[in-house]
């Protein structure tokens, strides 16, 4: 669910006209409401009441960091889950506690490595041998001790898209189950580490409980080995990758609560404390990016709606073939079917082919639904656009909360090598 409603004709954030914030900030913004994200991030932690110990629930920077949504996310009680040096330090100037979050990630470096361990992060998702060698070397080097995780990976088909399957064993994330032993026993005998855990996680936008539920078994199977084993397993990090609904004419992903009902089910008995890194759950839903139709041209058999944001402001449709509801702000009625398209100079530049929509027309507004997670964070300057700017939104109150870059900030950012500064004459 969300905020996002129509109000006497016309889409509001919370209690704020779309049109007024297209209007003072132009087109195109993201726009976030902050009671949708406190709504999740409630109903996330509500359908894990029913577990014996209080779960850390670490959302995960990627899918969104700006500033404000990490601040309203740590006022919402929930920790960080971060995959570089830069999400750590965001996290931090959120106000996340240190202790509540964890580090995830195959190519962390020993600079990242050193900055989680001074500043004491939960818990380190270590995803290979040789990388926690190297963190071992550097937490001994700097007199202290890190805390590890290791991320497993179940060869589990998550059943999403290829790019965003992370659990199969071909894939380049964690440990292989069949050499977990093998990377625990290694880890013991190295200095400055502290075994404490194990990680999964299989893959993002999951519609089907199934594969979560075979991943999870294999990792409670894995803890009890690893325990026999004289590990000192306490902490299960089970992830994030539960997906949400992008098409309403498709089923409906499965809920948060069905989703900790199961997670109660097969992780009783465990008695390690759980970690979740949801992401996409807790922020896709919250965000919209708001564009302008910049023309309508003919096509051969559909017109093309060419608005004014481009695959560099949301990659997703063109880099997965994403399915983003695009709604007018303010519907007329009509309905046809169009192709919405970027300005910038690829084919693959399309929102939607053929698809049936409300009637736009030059000038009108378009929101792009359910694009607060990996929107943004995701946009580039491709064909030399400024990053687009993000506003959030709070009951009837609404802040800028990162600015169009201007032109010339974008363009002043290059420097010339000496050789080509046009010489002074005399
Ligand atoms: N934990 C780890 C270790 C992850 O790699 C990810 C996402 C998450 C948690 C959060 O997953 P979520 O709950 O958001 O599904 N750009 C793609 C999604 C990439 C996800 C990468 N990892 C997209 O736009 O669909």
Redesign the pocket.
């Known amino acids: 669910m969300d905020h996002f409603d129509l109000r006497d004709g016309v889409m509001h954030a919370e209690d704020v006209a779309l049109p007024a914030i297209a209007e003072a900030v132009g087109t195109p913004v993201y726009v976030y409401a902050t009671a949708t994200m406190e709504r999740h991030a409630r109903v996330f932690r509500e359908a894990l009441a029913a577990l014996p110990q209080p779960p850390l629930v670490a959302y995960?920077v990627?899918?969104n960091p700006n500033a404000a949504v990490l601040a309203t996310l740590a006022r919402a009680g929930l920790g960080a889950?971060v995959?570089s040096g830069g999400e750590l330090l965001r996290a931090l100037n959120a106000g996340i506690a240190p202790d509540r979050i964890v580090f995830?990630?195959v190519g962390k470096t020993a600079e990242e490595m050193a900055l989680a361990l001074r500043h004491g992060i939960f818990q380190f998702?270590v995803e290979s041998e040789p990388e926690v060698e190297m963190l071992s070397a550097v937490a001994h080097g700097m007199g202290t001790t890190a805390p590890i995780a290791f991320?497993i990976n179940p060869d589990v088909d998550a059943g999403t898209?290829a790019?965003?399957s992370?659990g199969k064993s071909e894939n380049k994330?964690g440990v292989a189950y069949d050499r977990a032993h093998a990377a625990y026993a290694l880890a013991r005998g190295l200095p400055g580490l502290s075994i404490r855990g194990v990680?999964v996680?299989i893959?993002?936008?999951?519609t089907d409980l199934k594969p979560l539920e075979a991943a999870f078994g294999k990792i409670g199977t894995l803890i009890e080995s690893l325990r026999r084993a004289g590990h000192p397993i306490r902490v299960a990090d089970l992830?994030?990758?539960?997906?949400v609904p992008y098409d309403p004419a498709q089923p409906v992903p499965p809920s948060p609560a069905a989703y900790g009902e199961m997670v109660a089910r097969i992780t009783a008995g465990w008695d390690a404390r759980l970690v979740f890194?949801?992401?996409?759950?807790?922020v896709?839903n919250a965000g919209v990016l708001l564009t302008r139709v910049i023309r309508v041209k003919q096509g051969v058999a559909e017109p093309f709606v060419i608005v004014d944001a481009a695959m560099n402001d949301l990659?997703?449709p063109s880099?997965?073939d994403?399915w983003h509801d695009i709604r007018a702000v303010a519907p007329d009625g009509r309905r046809f079917t169009a192709n919405v398209v970027g300005p910038v100079c690829e084919s693959g530049d399309t929102f939607a082919m053929h698809r049936p929509m409300e009637h736009v027309a030059a000038g009108d507004l378009i929101a792009f639904m359910t694009a607060g997670?990996?929107?943004a964070t995701?946009a580039g300057t491709y064909n030399s656009r400024p990053l687009t700017p993000e506003v959030i939104v709070s009951g009837n109150k609404w802040s800028i909360v990162r600015a169009r870059q201007p032109l010339e900030a974008l363009i002043a950012a290059d420097n010339l090598p000496p050789w080509l500064v046009a010489e002074e004459t005399a």
């Open positions: 995960a990627k899918a889950d995959v995830s990630g998702n991320r898209h790019k965003i992370t994330f990680a996680h893959g993002s936008q999951l992830g994030g990758g539960l997906g890194e949801p992401g996409r759950l807790i896709a990659m997703r880099l997965y994403a997670a990996y929107g995701m």
